[in-house]
């Protein structure tokens, strides 16, 4: 198993692109989530899902966006980069709120919006 | 809004000492984490405390619950190198079931010294 996998693992992007960061589980988590990590903030929830076709907001949803269409996949998108999304991004699965609850997470993805 | 405050958020200490990270947490809440980042790196699951008085075990790291007092500690015990790291708790939300939503501590970050 690979576990959770994001990509890419760095991108430099300009104010005002889009990109999408991408994750995959294979281990048939029911749940996925995606944290940003800046200098000093801890962790920080920025969306959510609890299952293909179902997504939340977290703590900080502004500027993202995000689907699930597979159990699989749970693509994070930023339609207009701004120099505050500068962070790392990390996305995380968990088998099921029933279970642990335990996180595993991905090895992050660093962003860079100049 | 729930908040987690991790203490110390620095701590240098010499090889062979004790010391205790503590987390306080400001809701009722019995599912609390630990999590290990080395610089870098991806966060790697270290305990999941399920219960008021849950204590775990795993080498030279203890970590217990309070839910009473909304407190869980992290002990390390006889410290070496290795454990030089930055330390997460994280608590959902929710009790029971619990909510897939972790808010986490701004991290303890330890350097262990010769």
């Known amino acids: 198993n690979a576990g959770v996998t994001q990509t890419p693992k760095f991108q430099v992007l300009k104010t005002g692109q889009s990109m999408t960061l991408q994750c995959a589980q294979d281990m048939n988590h029911e749940y996925m989530s995606w944290y940003r990590q800046d200098p000093g903030m801890g962790l920080r929830l920025i969306h959510y899902?609890?299952?293909?076709?179902?997504?939340d907001q977290g703590e900080v949803p502004n500027g993202y966006n995000v689907s699930r269409s597979t159990t699989e996949d749970f693509p994070l998108r930023l339609l207009s980069a701004a120099p505050s999304q500068t962070s790392v991004y990390f996305c995380?699965?968990?088998?099921?709120?029933?279970?642990?609850?335990?996180?595993?997470f991905g090895e992050g993805s660093r962003l860079t919006v100049l | 809004e729930l908040k987690v405050e991790q203490n110390p958020l620095f701590l240098s200490m010499q090889e062979g000492k004790n010391y205790t990270i503590y987390c306080n947490y400001s809701?009722?809440?019995?599912?609390l984490y630990w999590y290990r980042q080395d610089p870098g790196k991806s966060l790697e699951s270290l305990f999941v405390?399920?219960?008021?008085?849950a204590v775990k075990q795993e080498g030279r790291l203890m970590a217990s619950l309070d839910t009473k007092a909304r407190l869980s500690t992290l002990h390390i015990t006889a410290a070496v190198h290795d454990l030089s790291a930055t330390y997460f708790c994280a608590v959902d939300k929710d009790s029971g079931a619990g909510s897939y939503q972790l808010t986490f501590g701004k991290g303890t970050k330890l350097s262990v010294i010769p």
């Open positions: 809701t009722t809440s019995d599912r």
């Open positions: 899902s609890v299952g293909a076709g179902i997504t």
């Open positions: 405390l399920l219960s008021n008085g």
């Open positions: 995380a699965s968990s088998y099921s709120r029933w279970n642990t609850g335990e996180l595993f």
